[in-house]
């Protein structure tokens, strides 16, 4: 767990400081909305993902209010310090990692032994929200399950950018040879990375089914990842599935060019949930009952991982208290408490606007008061 976290020049703090008791398994982060416990618990998330979990760009990171071209954020964990960060220099940007003070490439020595979960208030309209933010949700899974899975999602974005800026230089013209070849050699690899990317995806929303909570409080679900490519995968084995996905680019190369978008692939896929026990699609479920599954869901997911998964895990869950009537609430805390009960590898940071909300953890929790870009503890 941490034991102390240290926020240098990021967001709206010039500098603040949290030192966690050791007695202390859960931070609780309490203070009106605007003062900053989201940004915490970002910086946080900043170890496990590149850009966080609000995907935001580094130089937007820094503070305003500072002269200062840089963030920096430290979490001491045991007896290992880790740092991440980010220098902006004459309009370009570096990003930085720090074991020990010592530079590291990526963040993958925090991943060794460590994994970051997160729920915020953005989630509670997920099934509202785009495809896109579905699939970030599922991919959060599939980044614990596989460390490259974050890489390859990326790399395979970059790669249907790279198709789409050839298909709009040249396909107005006559595509010669050494440019369909061009094409043909992206395309392989997006085929490679999109088939990865969907399978890793429906091997996740099949471990969700299979291993949901089994109790009368949380709404039975059954979910799938949606779209062509999952279609594909599922029907063919694995050097059909690359044929099929590598016609289907060849075939939409006109359609793509007009549209410019990539009409087939891991990147039109989405996450549907249904509610079992209604028999209907979760968007047209009540907010609170959206809540509540999905609530279901992500405990379901962790419940699973912490017994498969030896690392130490860092669960944030930021304003996760809204649309939860009084049994959820304790429900939940009920599942925090035994989260960290007799595990030394899990910790939780979690926040509100009201410190009463959290007095069922009270005996667990360190609390801490935010206010104006400072963190003070009870």
Request: net charge neutral.
């Amino acid at each position: 767990m941490i034991n102390c976290l240290r926020i240098n020049n990021f967001r709206n703090y010039a500098y603040a400081k949290l030192d966690i008791p050791r007695a202390f398994k859960v931070v609780v982060l309490y203070g009106e909305n605007g003062e900053g416990k989201t940004n915490i618990l970002e910086a946080i998330s900043l170890f496990f993902k590149p850009n966080g979990f609000r995907k935001a760009k580094y130089e937007d990171m820094i503070n305003q209010n500072s002269d200062q071209k840089h963030w920096s954020i430290t979490a001491e964990m045991n007896d290992i310090t880790f740092s991440s960060g980010y220098v902006l220099n004459n309009s370009l940007g570096r990003r930085i990692y720090k074991i020990d003070d010592k530079l590291t490439k990526n963040p993958e020595g925090f991943q060794k032994n460590n994994y970051v979960l997160w729920m915020t208030y953005e989630t509670d309209r997920l099934f509202l929200q785009s495809p896109s933010d579905r699939r970030a949700f599922i991919d959060m899974f599939c980044s614990v399950r596989n460390r490259n899975h974050t890489q390859n999602v990326r790399d395979y974005e970059k790669l249907i950018k790279e198709r789409l800026k050839i298909l709009k230089k040249y396909y107005d013209k006559e595509i010669n040879e050494d440019v369909s070849t061009w094409l043909t050699i992206i395309e392989n690899k997006i085929s490679s990375l999109g088939i990865k990317v969907a399978t890793e995806r429906i091997g996740i929303t099949d471990e969700l089914e299979k291993y949901q909570l089994s109790n009368n409080v949380f709404f039975k679900f059954s979910n799938k990842m949606d779209g062509g490519l999952e279609a594909v995968i599922l029907k063919n084995d694995r050097d059909s599935q690359s044929e099929v996905y590598l016609n289907e680019l060849l075939n939409r190369r006109q359609k793509d060019y007009f549209s410019n978008s990539t009409t087939f692939g891991a990147n039109r896929s989405d996450w549907i949930v249904f509610h079992e026990e209604k028999q209907i699609s979760v968007e047209h479920c009540s907010a609170g009952e959206q809540k509540i599954l999905l609530m279901g869901i992500f405990l379901s997911f962790v419940v699973k991982n912490i017994e498969r998964d030896n690392r130490n895990l860092i669960l944030l869950l930021d304003d996760v208290m809204a649309h939860l009537d009084h049994m959820h609430k304790l429900l939940f805390f009920k599942y925090v408490k035994d989260f960290i009960k007799d595990n030394d590898r899990v910790s939780v940071w979690i926040s509100g606007t009201d410190k009463n909300l959290f007095d069922e953890l009270r005996e667990v929790s360190a609390f801490f008061k935010i206010f104006g870009g400072k963190a003070f503890l009870e």
